[in-house]
């Protein structure tokens, strides 16, 4: 079955930086485009960034350019994404996503606080 699995996020002081990774598994991961999203209390989840099945175009929400960059390894089926200058408001729960036929799948989550 298909799994995704986040990990890097963290408490980090605004100005900082975090490199969130997203281990997947369940299915051809070379395949498909990968995403970010994120979900700040009280606010809907919201896409962050996107990368075609093989890394050849990204695309970013306007409050990141700049400042996100998303990756992939496909040899390791892995996406990433590397965030610097945080800022408070980005402070929220980072998920890794994938659309497989007519479903989505989702990881549990990874926190990423912004503070100091």
């Known amino acids: 079955q298909v799994q995704l699995v986040e990990s890097g996020g963290g408490l980090v002081q605004p100005g900082g930086s975090l490199r969130l990774s997203c281990a997947a598994s369940g299915f051809t991961f070379r395949n498909y485009v990968m995403a970010w999203y994120r979900q700040a209390p009280g606010k809907e989840r919201e896409l962050v960034a996107a990368?075609?099945?093989?890394?050849?175009?990204?695309n970013y929400a306007d409050s990141v350019k700049g400042r996100f960059a998303i990756s992939r390894d496909n040899a390791k089926n892995t996406v990433y994404l590397q965030m610097n200058s945080l800022k408070p408001e980005d402070t929220a729960v980072y998920y890794c996503?994938?659309?497989?036929?007519?479903?989505?799948?989702w990881g549990q989550g990874t926190q990423v606080t912004v503070s100091s």
């Open positions: 996503h994938v659309r497989r036929l007519i479903r989505e799948y």
């Open positions: 990368i075609t099945s093989d890394g050849s175009s990204t």
